[in-house]
């Protein structure tokens, strides 16, 4: 029990999986329909999009629409972003712990991180040493539009939180960072900044809301992204000014926050109140006499921030799966590869893949999807999931543009890994690379 509170449910893993699937809507995968729209009610079911600017086989947060929306394309994400009209500009990026994409009607509930950064900055002297460049840079943005760091010229080095940083760049940090500047659009590692009145509406900018409403609002976000938290999952600051045991009282209390039990785990678990009836449904689907098996066919290829991994310890608990992303792993110590996407198939996880786009080359020649490696887990059954694996597969080329593909010939010498060649070969330019 939590606070004295007898869990309103008790649930078994299965049914905890089979909800987070379709909670996920990841059963069945890439069930949106293509628009733009798709986009806005993902973001609205999951909360909030994990931005990652590391591409070797897609951006993470392309690879989670593309995992639930069909035909999804990039340039839907970044119109909705960076559009030049306020009131078209219906997401935007912002600080929840990491860099987020969010609805732009929530900013009001995401202002505190950017409030207490201005509080700090001017009062421990940050301001006050970059203030000539600071100067400068809102002077030239409010008569010239918006600007990016190269369009400020070299300026002497200055002590910043990453290091010895150009004055320029390091007073535009600081500037975006306490909400006197906003992001107006990126290409690659390159970003614009421009004033707030020119990027949102005038609604958002001058709605107010209080601290402990942000914090209530921003650990239920937390919830509503995983769908399904372990009792300390979802992550709180220290300097919050209310804690753990408050927000989930106050959320219970406005019926917002449930709690449940799973069999065989210890403690509570969480998920929005809302989501009741679909767990009820969920529970009802995998028990009985009368259970509903998940189309074993039904696979996505999930990006390493993923939200449904988000929480590596419910990884462990639910799906007996392990997973640590390896991009930050030094390559001699790396188990799998950079980018290692789980499968998930199903309700389950039954296996991950390796791969990376290949750029095409100066004489003009495509690039091709390369597959490195492909291993399943010890409970998994390889040939209940190749034809799912194969549509997943061709659905990640399309997503990067690209026809062509490659695997190395000790995959495709496997029974598991010529089966899935000789199916993406059907449609796709798809060769062994040696």
């Known amino acids: 029990m939590s606070g004295g509170r007898a869990p309103s449910m008790k649930i078994t893993r299965a049914a905890a999986r089979r909800f987070l699937a379709e909670r996920h809507m ?34 993470s947060h392309e690879l989670v629409c593309h995992a639930r929306i069909d035909g999804f394309e990039p340039r839907w994400v970044d119109e909705l972003l960076y559009a030049s009209v306020p009131a078209k500009r219906a997401l935007i990026e912002q600080y929840n712990g990491v860099l987020v994409i969010i609805p732009t009607s929530e900013l009001p509930y ?16 940050t301001y006050k040493k970059l203030k000539p460049w600071a100067e400068t840079i809102m002077s030239r943005i409010a008569s010239e539009g918006a600007l990016s760091a190269s ?31 906003y992001l107006a659009r990126r290409e690659g590692s390159i970003r614009w900044f ?49 804690t753990r045991k408050q927000l989930v009282e106050r959320l219970i209390a406005h019926g917002e926050l449930l709690e449940v039990e799973i069999v065989g785990l210890p403690g509570v678990w969480r998920l929005p109140a809302a989501e009741r009836f679909a767990l009820e449904a969920a529970a009802r689907a ?39 992303w390896e991009i930050y792993t030094p390559e001699k110590r790396r188990t799998y590869g950079p980018y290692t996407m789980p499968i ?32 399943w887990e010890r409970r998994a059954k390889p040939q209940h999931h190749l034809e799912g694996l194969t549509r997943a597969i061709r659905s990640h080329q399309r997503l990067l543009g690209l026809t062509a593909g490659k695997m190395p010939s000790v995959l495709a010498e496997r029974r598991d890994g010529g089966q899935l060649f000789k199916r993406l070969k059907r449609v796709d330019v798809f060769r062994v690379n040696d």
């Open 344 to 375: 998930h198939a199903g309700d389950a996880i039954v296996g991950r893949i390796q791969m990376h786009r290949e750029k095409g080359g100066v004489d003009g020649a495509s690039g091709a999807l390369i597959i490195d490696g492909l291993w």
């Open 286 to 324: 995998t028990t009985g006499s009368r259970t509903a098996a998940a189309d074993p066919n039904a696979v996505t290829l999930l990006s390493p921030l993923d939200p449904l991994i988000h929480d590596r310890a419910r990884l462990e608990q639910l799906y007996d799966f392990h997973y640590r």
């Open 110 to 125: 995401y202002r505190r991180p950017a409030d207490r950064r201005r509080e700090r900055f001017w009062s421990d002297g």
């Open 194 to 242: 421009d004033l707030p009145e020119r990027l949102l509406p005038r609604n958002v900018l001058e709605r107010r809301v209080s601290e402990e409403e942000q914090v209530a609002h921003t650990f239920l976000a937390r919830h509503r992204d995983m769908g399904l938290t372990s009792a300390n999952a979802a992550w709180v600051p220290r300097d919050w000014p209310l």
């Open 26 to 59: 990841l059963l069945p995968p890439r069930s949106l329909p293509a628009s733009r729209g798709s986009v806005l009610a993902l973001i609205e079911r999951l909360g909030s999009l994990q931005f990652d600017p590391v591409d070797l086989a897609g951006r």
């Open 151 to 181: 369009d400020f010229g070299p300026s002497k080095l200055v002590d910043w939180s990453w290091g010895p940083t150009p004055a320029y760049r390091a007073a535009l940090e600081m500037l975006a960072n306490s909400g006197e500047l």
